[in-house]
């Protein structure tokens, strides 16, 4: 089993950038497929970056070429390093792990263990 704890988020302009962490105890994060997810008032928690067991990386297109999900495994933390934030960016963002087998696994069900999420806004 792992905890996850996610930190790092807050008000940003849009335009501008934020780094997400997620801290991994329990057991190593290189253990698990490693994702994270957002979710905007009133809509569905979606997927956003993820990184497989082996360190390759899959994204939602809405943020291809901004975000960028990375894994320090001496740490045991995954990141989200945000760039060119948005206004539709603002969300609740959540780091998500599970042991997964498929190649691009990008629903909520496909992964067993959550952190409590963070809050990301992006003004104008």
């Known amino acids: 089993q792992v905890q996850l704890v996610e930190s790092g988020g807050g008000l940003v302009q849009a335009g501008g950038s934020l780094r997400l962490s997620c801290a991994a105890s329990?057991?190593?994060?290189?253990?698990?497929?490693v994702a994270w997810f957002r979710q905007a008032p009133g809509k569905e928690r979606d997927f956003v970056a993820g990184?497989?067991?082996?360190?390759?990386?899959y994204y939602a297109d809405s943020v291809k070429g901004r975000f960028t999900i990375s894994r320090d495994n001496a740490k045991s933390t995954v990141y989200l390093q945000m760039n060119m934030l948005k206004l539709e960016d603002t969300a609740y963002y959540y780091c998500?792990?599970?042991?997964?087998?498929?190649?691009?696994?990008?629903?909520?069900?496909?992964?067993?263990?959550w952190g409590q999420g963070t809050q990301i806004t992006v003004s104008s």
């Open positions: 998500a792990a599970g042991q997964i087998t498929t190649w691009d696994a990008t629903k909520r069900s496909d992964y067993a263990y």
């Open positions: 329990g057991r190593a994060v290189a253990s698990y497929t």
């Open positions: 990184i497989r067991r082996s360190g390759s990386t």
